[in-house]
């Protein structure tokens, strides 16, 4: 493929509102999970929260999208001059040329969830002021983010569960090389709803303890929110050495079970060499991998093997869901920016949590940060359904 | 810009409608339209154990995928695909809101996997076996048009034939008053970068600012307006009539899409 450059980013997520809090917490390998006392939440599981985000108030104008999803979607649009960034390429290329391509898993659904608990006792109707379309559909963010940034090229929602944000990328790959846009606000939101979070406690995936991914004893997943954009254009000519690239994407299905990974990795192995194919790169190319890395022992498992059978045992790993948790559909872009932060800063990130590492998996996972030259980044999402995706990002020059 | 791509394999599921050679029927005026409760089978490609779980939508879903592959010819094992849908399995969901709204909470974790937007091209993967890229897509009414974009860029851009299954089906009450779909309707197009002996037509796309089509009998124009994959049915009156020309089909607030078709005679 052709590679495309990250012109601009932003995360924000329980371990920071923007990317300057977001690496000061990759550094100091702090996490940002705590007791969930999220809502009427009675879990005994730990939770990544962002603070703050129902303070938020979108403007008048689009006051009927008003849900925690969207004033994620919000807050993490106004950090780190990435409104501004976007509303300068609109002037460049023009409002028509520009796409947005936003992963979510559950949107808005909170609002749902609420509002039957607000049905009318006789009738079972709900609450007059609830809205479907621009809270609970998954393209309500989609729809969002597009009008509140005013751009008016094509606009979708990619929900493919766990791998929505980074599939994300895909789609505005496709449509920037089929020449429809000349850029792509890419990305992913999603916020804390009861729907995931008793969900993955019914399949018995939580953890009530911090997540621990690869450890001896991990024992399920913690459920976080974040939101992510990342702003794609084509390589110009003499881009600065240092600027980040897209250089590759790879796709994959499992064919195997809903909610439960290839036990040998199969599906991710897929994708990672479709990935190393689209880069034309090696293996050997790539210095860190930021793995999926849920820490539910099965998807270890499997990732691990899918990585050592491609990578061999040295390439260093870690996950960053023992700091940021698991943000679902959010994970594949906050992943991108933690991704395209490692290259910045020549900081591979150790996994938090972790204590002692499963001596039965057999890829290279780093518990403590690695300050070293990062040219190229791998990085993994899988999710239900059995949908894998793999990017890599590396520098410009 | 212009992107282009044959039709290679069509298929269609909607109130009263059970195939595309009966859809072609109605859309060309050779039988009339009577709508009747939309009428779903079991996907003969599920184990009995994934048949048990799927609702109506995947159903659907895998209905119109497997008429529109087998019309082309291709072994779905190895086809890429795009399932975009305005709202995936609603009475899952409600199950899920409703219990979620009740003390204790217990929520069951089939209904909770089955949750997931991209269920159906999961069952779908895990029936055929392939281990082909899906993507899933939704963009509310607009999710036929941003499914018809993804496919043929995919088309364009990776040179792959690529399955594009548009769907949509109902919420039960309450949330059908705020989301009033009607039943199930869905198409799927098999979208080929070669012409083939199965190829009904060759179709050129690009966004456009015209006004949308819509369709002269009434009865059709309802279907077209109560289901977000309906929006397909201009170019599908289209490709029945095996007539060149162009339909402008409904997408986003701000943009439609033309397709100008050229069938293969």
């Known amino acids: ?397 | 810009m212009r992107l282009s791509a044959y039709i290679s394999g069509l298929g269609v599921l909607g109130p009263g409608l059970h195939s595309w050679p009966e859809t072609a029927a109605v859309l060309t005026g050779q039988s009339v339209y009577r709508p009747a409760a939309t009428v779903l089978q079991m996907p003969t490609i599920l184990a009995a154990a994934e048949r048990r779980r799927t609702g109506r939508v995947v159903k659907l879903a895998l209905g119109v995928a497997l008429e529109a592959t087998a019309q082309a010819g291709d072994d779905p094992a190895h086809l890429a695909s795009v399932f975009s849908s305005s709202g995936a399995d609603g009475h899952n969901c409600h199950d899920l809101c409703q219990a979620l709204s009740l003390p204790g909470r217990e929520i069951s974790p089939t209904r909770f996997a089955n949750s997931v937007h991209n269920a159906a091209a999961g069952y779908w993967s895990i029936g055929t076996g392939s281990m082909a890229e899906s993507n899933v897509l939704c963009a509310f009414d607009a999710s036929f048009v941003a499914g018809i974009l993804e496919a043929f860029t995919q088309v364009a851009v990776d040179r792959v034939p690529v399955l594009l299954v548009a769907y949509d089906s109902e919420y039960p009450p309450p949330l059908h008053a705020k989301r009033p779909i009607p039943d199930a309707f869905g198409v799927a197009l098999v979208l080929t970068p070669q012409r083939r002996a199965s190829s009904l037509a060759r179709v050129d796309a690009e966004l456009t600012d015209l006004k949308f089509d819509r369709m002269a009998d009434p009865a059709l124009e309802a279907l077209r307006c109560a289901f977000p994959a309906a929006r397909s049915l201009p170019m599908l009156g289209l490709l029945a009539a095996r007539n060149a020309g162009r339909a402008i089909i409904e997408y986003l607030d701000v943009s439609r899409i033309e397709v100008q078709i050229e069938p293969c005679i």
């Open chain 1, 1 to 397: 493929m052709r590679p495309l450059l990250v012109k601009r980013f932003t995360a924000t997520s329980c371990i920071g509102t923007g990317v300057a809090a977001t690496l000061e917490t990759l550094l100091e390998q702090r996490s940002g999970l705590s007791n969930c006392e999220f809502e009427t939440v009675e879990i005994e599981t730990h939770i990544g929260e962002v603070a703050g985000v129902d303070d938020i108030r979108l403007p008048q104008s689009l006051q009927r999208f008003e849900c925690r999803n969207n004033r994620l979607a919000e807050l993490a649009l106004l950090q780190d001059g990435f409104f501004e960034a976007v509303q300068q390429a609109a002037s460049r290329w023009g409002r028509r040329r520009m796409g947005v391509f936003l992963g979510t898993s559950t949107a808005g659904i909170l609002q749902t969830e609420l509002a039957y608990r607000e049905r009318d006792p006789s009738s079972g109707a709900l609450p007059t002021s609830f809205e479907y379309g621009p809270t609970h559909n998954s393209f309500s963010v989609a729809d969002y983010v597009r009008q509140r940034c005013r751009l008016e090229g094509p606009a979708v929602a990619v929900s493919c569960a766990c791998a929505s944000s980074a599939k994300a990328f895909g789609s505005a790959r496709r449509m920037i090389e089929a020449g429809l846009i000349d850029a792509a606000l890419v990305g992913g939101v999603d916020s804390l709803c009861l729907t995931t979070l008793y969900g993955f406690h019914s399949l018995q995936l939580t953890s009530p303890s911090p997540c621990r991914p690869f450890d001896a004893a991990r024992d399920g997943i913690s459920i976080g929110e974040a939101a992510a954009f990342a702003l794609l254009e084509r390589v110009p000519d003499g881009a600065d050495s240092d600027s980040v690239l897209l250089l590759g994407i790879g796709e994959s299905s499992d064919a195997y079970h809903i909610s439960a990974p290839h036990p040998e990795g199969l599906g991710a192995r897929r994708a990672m060499q479709a990935a190393l194919a689209a880069a034309a790169l090696e293996p050997e190319d790539i210095d860190y991998i930021n793995l999926h890395g849920t820490g539910t022992p099965s998807n270890d498992r499997s990732e691990s093997q899918a990585v050592t059978s491609i990578f061999g045992p040295t390439t260093p790993c870690s996950s960053t869901k023992g700091a940021t948790g698991h943000t679902l559909g959010a994970a594949g872009a906050l992943e991108a920016v933690i991704s395209t932060l490692a290259i910045k800063n020549g900081l591979m990130p150790g996994g938090v949590h972790t204590r002692k590492i499963d001596p039965t998996l057999t890829a290279f996972y780093i518990k403590e940060n690695r300050r070293a030259s990062v040219a190229r980044v791998l990085s993994n999402s899988f999710g239900f359904g059995g949908t894998n995706c793999s990017l890599i990002f590396g520098r410009a020059g």
